[in-house]
């Protein structure tokens, strides 16, 4: 079975802090992505990469950057926390575009 | 763009019972549907994987049907269990871009 990684569970940061959160995938997929959920929001697509050093913003970039240097590694930046980015951070990763989702356990970021 | 919305909200039912979640989709130009669970402050497992080619997929005691033509797709829990408890998603790949969700499902297996 494919894992997708994700190195936190909580994490709690203070307002203007510069955040990663950090998501590795096993089983060499090309795709990996970022999003976030909120309660009465759903699941919102922040960033997602097709391949290494490639990426692409989703509905909501704004306050966020990713990197993905190695093929089973794809990061999520917040460049400076602010309060309205407390949530739950999902990371999936698919095989290639048709494929299905594999998603990590989640990290529950709360800025302060 | 793709809206997915599913139906009911929530569901309470009784242990042993037998029931199907809906999802309906605007767009049938899709890739696949994909099922998926959610547990409370836990990530996404997925359950099914239906291709568009496909009209059904089944395993254990879950069944997915999809029809592609009328933008509809059921999940079909057999002999529900309490364990069974959490959220079920359904998503929708449409366009190479994202995964279109819907809000989801809260079921609840009363022992």
């Known amino acids: 079975d494919v894992k997708v990684t994700q190195s936190s569970r909580y994490l709690v940061k203070r307002t203007g802090e510069k955040v990663f959160l950090e998501c590795v995938q096993d089983?060499?997929?090309?795709?990996m992505f970022w999003y976030r959920q909120d309660p009465g929001l759903g699941l919102r697509l922040i960033y997602f990469?097709?391949?290494?050093?490639?990426?692409e913003k989703g509905d909501i970039p704004e306050g966020y950057s990713v990197s993905r240097e190695k093929k089973e590694r794809f990061s999520l930046i917040l460049e400076s926390a602010s309060t309205n980015q407390t949530s739950m951070y999902l990371c999936a990763s698919s095989f290639r575009t048709g494929y299905g989702y594999t998603f990590g356990s989640g990290t529950r970021l709360t800025v302060v | 763009k793709q809206e997915v919305t599913q139906i009911p909200a929530a569901l309470s039912v009784p242990e042993g019972e037998n029931l199907v979640l809906n999802c309906s989709f605007t767009d049938s130009a899709i890739y696949n549907l994909q099922w998926f669970r959610q547990d409370p402050g836990k990530g996404l497992t997925s359950l099914l994987l239906i291709q568009s080619s496909q009209r059904e997929q089944t395993s254990g005691r879950l069944n997915a049907s999809l029809d592609k033509s009328s933008g509809r797709s059921t999940l079909y829990i057999a002999a529900s269990q309490p364990g069974d408890s959490a959220t079920y998603l359904c998503?929708?790949?449409?366009?190479?871009?994202?995964?279109?969700f819907g809000t989801g499902t809260r079921l609840t297996v009363i022992p």
């Open positions: 998503a929708v790949k449409s366009g190479a871009n994202n995964l279109f």
């Open positions: 990469s097709y391949d290494v050093k490639m990426k």
């Open positions: 089983m060499d997929h090309e795709n």
